[in-house]
């Protein structure tokens, strides 16, 4: 009995080992593509006056491409109503290079970089196109099959200010929460 209990532990001690050696050899799987959807927000701020900031909501849709785990190129489709005027609408893009940790293995994942937006308002029947420079960043996390991000940008407000009425520097800020199939 004793001879079996000791041999009993040892095969299995060794199954064990080799399983653990073999998951210590398996090459950790990347994702390098992306395709998701989430909520959006935008906001035009003025340091002046709260009461002449818009804000903006709605959905998007992204997809990226990881090229390794710490660099990414994503596009993002955004469609928008204005919070206070159902009549102003905004629809446009993003295109932005990220770099940081995680971008295609499972874990954490925090990256930043810098892109090109365009941004069409349409109120009634005249519409306006801005477009411009950004820089964003953003925090999730990768279960591999799916991923969790918040993204925030900062976009070159100037583009905006032709369309404000009041004087004073404004801040365009947008943000985005995207669940994202990685495969």
């Known amino acids: 009995m004793k001879k079996t209990f000791q041999g009993t532990l040892l095969l299995s001690s060794l199954l064990l080992g080799s399983f653990a050696q073999a998951n210590e050899l398996e090459p950790v799987s990347q994702k390098h593509w992306s395709?998701?959807?989430?909520?959006?927000a935008f906001?035009?701020?003025?340091d002046n006056s709260s009461s002449e900031d818009l804000d903006f909501s709605g959905f998007n849709i992204a997809a990226?491409?990881?090229?390794n785990n710490h660099f990414q190129i994503r596009a993002t489709y955004f469609s928008l109503e204005n919070d206070d005027f159902s009549a102003i609408e905004s629809d446009g893009f993003d295109l932005m290079a990220y770099?940081?940790?995680?971008l295609s293995k499972k874990g954490f994942r925090?990256?930043?970089?810098?892109?090109?937006?365009?941004?069409?308002?349409s109120a009634l029947s005249e519409n306006e196109t801005m477009s411009g420079?950004?820089?964003g960043g953003g925090l999730g996390y990768n279960w591999g099959p799916a991923a969790l991000d918040f993204v925030l940008t900062l976009r070159q407000?100037?583009?905006?200010?032709?369309?404000?009425?009041?004087?004073g520097t404004y801040v365009a800020v947008?943000?985005?929460?995207t669940i994202s199939y990685l495969f």
């Open 110 to 121: 925090g990256y930043g970089g810098a892109g090109f937006f365009s941004d069409k308002w």
């Open 35 to 40: 395709i998701g959807a989430g909520a959006y």
């Open 99 to 102: 770099g940081g940790v995680g």
């Open 133 to 135: 420079f950004q820089l």
């Open 43 to 46: 906001t035009l701020a003025n």
């Open 64 to 67: 990226g491409y990881a090229v």
């Open 174 to 177: 947008s943000g985005n929460l």
């Open 157 to 167: 407000a100037d583009e905006y200010e032709d369309f404000m009425y009041r004087s």
